[in-house]
């Protein structure tokens, strides 16, 4: 009898669960090619902005006019003037952009059967990159220089003695002008133009049709080189360009504004016979600079899709190994997985515009030359002035770019449950210890307490 007890217990025991497991790798390369520098495709960068000084004064000179019963007497001179001088500059950059490949992987583990009941329990990896490249193209700059002139002056003049026999005054000088300097592309025209003169010959002096001796200084251009950078975590690289360099001799552009010889240039041929002369020489450079400092950080999240439930779950990947567990819904024993790795780039555009002026003034000189022998005197004074490198614009352009998806293989997990034979082996222990307890309750036979032995 306790054998078979022990028997129906052993069958009434939870089968061991099987602990078989398994892993998938889901790896590719990402990318992304044409991505706008400027925060979305269609995005453009424009700078304008003015220096130079501002004025607006004036004077009174003279005991001034007053006036009486006999008339009025006295004098006075008034002038006023008002204006602004400088320089207006113009940044433009449309276009540009950027490609980049991430190499990248991700592993998993998960059970191919759990036990019943239990859920399914999936190791997550962090994500791990190879080496990318960045790839930045040049945009297309458009940069330009306007002098600005802009300057009035009034005067009146009043004498009076009994009667005001002189009373005048006006506007003398009324000058409302902006001359374009130099320009790189302007409005897109692909040209580079100095002083309104198109297409000048790069690094040489530019004269001024007409102008006798105006030699107004060179003009640079440079464009933007195509940068690469490189990185397992970040992606990074960097640009500097002098965009526009020019040299201006200013005074003799003022000159040629108001129609008068330049103060300074040459006459005749050179050595045969030629007069130098520099009555003043203010000269002016300007150099034009585009910094650009460009990352790229990708981040990754996967993705799994369980077939059975529709059940989509998104999991961002960090640095350490984290546990998903996914349950069996109720009549579902078995759950078929798709896993996806999908890649994100943080792409940053640090883009500066920065200035580098510095200004020349010389005069009091002159030489000549007659057959190759020369001589000359001065300058009789010089000044350099150089202003340094100061930024005038500078802004941080951010945008989250798809680098793309790749999909793995998918996998099944299956939850494990009671075989058929156990069952049935459960049932038949039971009915046998059922029946053994009521046969032996029937058959025993009960002691009566009023039955004594007999002796």
Wanted: charged fraction near 5%.
């Amino acid at each position: 009898m306790a054998g078979v007890i022990a028997f129906a217990l052993a069958l009434m025991a939870p089968q061991p669960a099987r602990a078989d497991g398994a892993t998938t790798t889901i790896s590719g390369t990402f990318g992304v090619s044409g991505a706008g520098l400027w925060g979305s495709q269609n995005s453009t960068l424009n700078f304008q902005n003015f220096y130079g000084p501002s004025w607006n004064t004036g004077f009174t000179s003279g005991p001034g006019v007053g006036c009486g019963f006999f008339g009025c007497f006295g004098s006075q001179l008034s002038m006023s003037t008002s204006g602004q001088l400088g320089v207006n500059v113009g940044l433009s950059a449309t276009a540009g952009a950027m490609s980049a490949t991430v190499p990248a992987s991700v592993g998993l583990g998960f059970p191919t059967i759990v036990p019943h009941g239990q859920q399914a329990n999936i190791t997550i990896n962090p994500a791990q990159f190879g080496l990318g490249v960045m790839n930045t193209t040049s945009p297309s700059l458009q940069a330009y220089t306007d002098l600005v002139i802009q300057a009035q002056l009034s005067a009146s003049l009043q004498v009076c003695a009994f009667g005001c026999f002189i009373n005048v005054g006006g506007q003398l000088v009324n000058i409302n002008s902006v001359n374009q300097l130099a320009s790189f592309n302007r409005n897109g025209n692909g040209l580079v133009q100095v002083v309104g003169i198109s297409a000048p010959v790069i690094g040489q002096p530019i004269i001024i049709p007409g102008v006798l001796g105006s030699v107004l200084g060179s003009v640079q251009v440079n464009l933007p080189q195509a940068t690469s950078g490189s990185g397992t975590s970040v992606l990074n690289s960097s640009a500097s360009t002098s965009v526009l360099s020019l040299s201006v001799n200013a005074t003799n552009l003022a000159a040629s504004f108001f129609q008068i010889p330049p103060l300074s240039g040459v006459l005749g041929s050179c050595p045969d016979g030629c007069l130098s002369y520099n009555v003043l020489d203010a000269t002016a450079n300007l150099n034009m600079l585009v910094n650009q400092v460009f990352s790229l950080a990708p981040s990754a999240a996967l993705t799994l899709y369980v077939a059975q439930t529709g059940q989509t779950i998104t999991v961002p990947l960090g640095t350490s190994i984290s546990t998903l567990g996914i349950a069996f819904p109720q009549g579902v024993n078995q759950l078929t997985i798709f896993p996806s790795l999908a890649l994100t780039g943080n792409f940053s555009n640090t883009t500066t515009f920065a200035l580098n002026p510095n200004f020349f003034l010389s005069g009091g000189a002159g030489g000549f030359c007659l057959l190759s022998f020369c001589t000359g005197f001065g300058p009789l004074f010089s000044v350099n002035f150089n202003l340094g490198t100061f930024n005038v614009f500078s802004q941080t352009f951010t945008s989250n770019i798809p680098l793309g998806v790749i999909s793995g293989q998918p996998f099944t997990i299956v939850q494990q449950t009671p075989e058929p034979a156990t069952v049935l082996l459960f049932s038949t222990g039971l009915i046998v210890l059922g029946y053994l307890a009521r046969r032996r309750g029937t058959h025993a036979r009960p002691r009566s307490l009023f039955l004594r032995e007999s002796v």
